[in-house]
């Protein structure tokens, strides 16, 4: 009979164990994420990035279309749901547009038969190793509880809702693919196409994707992470040449100096994933701009 018992015991202690570090993950994610690059940080080497000296470049040049200028937070994966996050579900889509924002980072991704969805993982938000029909995926539950999201529909509320803003994110490998679906789903709606952000990750996609549609240099933004944190250089001389004054990075990777020259140049930054009002507030305080949030609002905020 002990031996049951001494299962149950140890059962119960791994389970304690996850519970508390999920919860030190949920409490200090923005820790998290930047112990998580200073490992990668290690594992780079820091000569790759180019050593320019960028006193003498002017500020940065700004695109007439400024739609920073009309926000501060932008909600991750549509904003987060009951705790959770990267649900990219209608239910966060409604949630965002009741709470009066207009600012919403999407993840995309295709399904077995080459539709583009609203999704972040199979596997984490599915909970599947394997990709999805469209049929499969409008019959499932993102987590097993919220609606999933087909791009379409993404578009349909941008068409009812003349102010909400896209930032297009996607894991996908063929970047300007997802931004041309985008465009032929938008096609008959320009207000709409207007409208989309992209993010970029690496040097000259920005111009393919003009060669698609006419995007204003202001409906773009460079994102560090897939680029490699560790070269700010690099990353600020794209910026130059490709006209991109607005870059986000995650939080705490960059050292102060680094961030120092970017705000001097005249670069918006924004960082993520910021959930917490010290953070944010204590960035504000050194020249960064705005924050991808799962559940910062606007009052958390100390600006004017």
Same mark, same amino acid.
């Given at each position: 009979m002990k031996k049951p018992v001494h299962r149950l015991k140890w059962v119960l202690l791994h389970l304690f164990v996850l519970g508390v570090l999920a919860l030190i993950f949920? %409490?200090?994610?923005?820790e998290m994420t930047a112990f998580k690059a200073n490992i990668y940080y290690l594992m780079q080497d820091s000569r790759m990035d180019s050593h320019i000296d960028f006193t003498d470049y002017p500020p940065v040049r700004h695109a007439e279309n400024r739609w920073y200028e009309k926000t501060r937070l932008v909600y991750h994966a549509g904003g987060g749901m009951d705790g959770l996050d990267y649900t990219n579900s209608k239910e966060a889509m409604e949630n965002l547009l009741k709470r009066q924002q207009s600012f919403a980072e999407i993840d995309f991704m295709y399904t077995s038969d080459g539709e583009l969805v609203c999704m972040h993982s199979w596997k984490d938000q599915w909970n599947s190793e394997s990709v999805p029909s469209l049929q499969e995926f409008r019959a499932g539950k993102?987590?097993? %509880?919220?609606?999933t999201m087909t791009?379409?529909?993404?578009?349909?509320?941008?068409?009812?809702h003349p102010k909400l803003h896209i930032i297009i994110d996607t894991k996908e490998e063929d970047q300007i693919s997802v931004v041309k679906t985008l465009v032929d789903l938008s096609e008959s709606h320009p207000d709409v196409t207007d409208r989309f952000i992209i993010q970029l990750y690496a040097a000259g996609v920005k111009s393919e994707i003009q060669k698609l549609y006419p995007f204003d240099d202001g409906n773009f933004l460079f994102t560090t992470y897939k680029f490699g944190y560790r070269f700010p250089n690099k990353i600020m001389k794209i910026c130059y040449d490709e006209n991109i004054s607005v870059v986000t990075v995650p939080y705490g990777v960059w050292e102060e100096e680094v961030r120092q020259l970017y705000v001097s140049k005249g670069f918006i930054l924004f960082e993520h994933t910021v959930n917490r009002p010290d953070f944010a507030n204590g960035s504000l305080e050194k020249g960064v701009w705005g924050f991808y949030t799962d559940f910062l609002a606007p009052e958390d905020l100390n600006v004017q």
């Open positions: 949920l %409490k200090f994610s923005e993102i987590y097993g %509880k919220y609606t791009a379409a529909e993404l578009v349909q509320y941008m068409v009812d």
